[in-house]
């Protein structure tokens, strides 16, 4: 079975600074999607980045990027020149790609705070 | 685009009672849609993946009977807590996919959290 792991409860970043957020999975699949979702205290869940594991370049949304080290089965978030605005949880999640199987395994989690 | 509706954002019923919540895919056609139920601070835990026009899948130790699921069109789902007791107060939250051929990307709702009393 899938499992996603975020071992930083917690973390704390100075505005504009950069921060990393750190994700590690384990599978024995081959092809699936990683995700990075945002919960702010909205609880709306956005969506902030996406990556296929068949794909070798590292996916970036603007001041979001990502290191996707497939060997590793690591899958860290990078948000650079952070804002208030980026405070919320952080959620990690993997989905496989073979059809007939939609669902996500979340982690549990990173509340990233940022400081004014 | 790729809306996904929840209504209600908030809802408070006495025990024993029955309690229905929407999910509405607002500009796309939802295939797939997913049910979740989250703790104060902890990870979303997946429900029940509902497919149009068919029963809904639950996950393990999720009781059926409790939580009915009615996936009647591509644009909405219902949840429906049936005999709802305090121990199922929490903030529910549904997300849809788009469809087979998708960037598989999950579109969630704004949740909704039940409160019995």
């Not at chain 1, 996707?68 to 089965?73: D, G, N, S, T, V």
């Not at chain 1, 952080?90 to 705070?113: D, N, P, Q, V």
């Not at chain 2, 139920?37 to 068919?54: H, I, V, W």
């Not at chain 2, 009647?72 to 007791?85: G, M, Q, R, Y």
Request: aromatic share 12%; net charge positive.
């Amino acid at each position: 079975a899938q499992t996603v792991t975020q071992s930083q409860p917690e973390m704390s970043v100075q505005e504009a600074e950069t921060v990393t957020l750190s994700c590690t999975y384990d599978t024995s699949e081959s092809d699936y999607y990683l995700f990075w979702y945002k919960q702010p205290p909205s609880r709306q869940m956005i969506l902030v980045i996406r990556q296929e594991a068949y794909k070798q370049q590292n996916a970036t949304e603007n001041r979001f990027s990502v290191n996707f080290q497939k060997a590793a089965k690591s899958f860290s978030l990078k948000i650079s020149d952070s804002q208030l605005g980026d405070a919320a949880m952080y959620f990690c999640a993997y989905r496989r790609r073979a059809s007939g199987t939609y669902k996500y395994i979340f982690g549990t989690g990173t509340r990233l705070k940022v400081l004014a | 685009g790729a809306v996904v509706s929840q209504h209600p954002s908030r809802v408070i019923c006495k025990s024993g009672t029955s309690v229905k919540i929407e999910c509405r895919s607002l500009d796309f056609q939802a295939t797939t849609m997913f049910w979740y139920r989250q703790f104060p601070k902890k990870s979303l835990m997946l429900m029940a993946t509902s497919n149009e026009g068919s029963k809904a899948t639950y996950e393990q130790g999720v009781e059926k009977d409790k939580f009915l699921i009615n996936h009647a069109s591509l644009t909405l789902s219902t949840l429906t807590v049936t005999s709802a007791h305090p121990e199922d107060s929490s903030f529910y939250i549904c997300s849809a996919s788009r469809g087979l051929q998708t960037k598989n990307i999950q579109y969630f709702g704004a949740g909704t959290r039940l409160s019995v009393l």
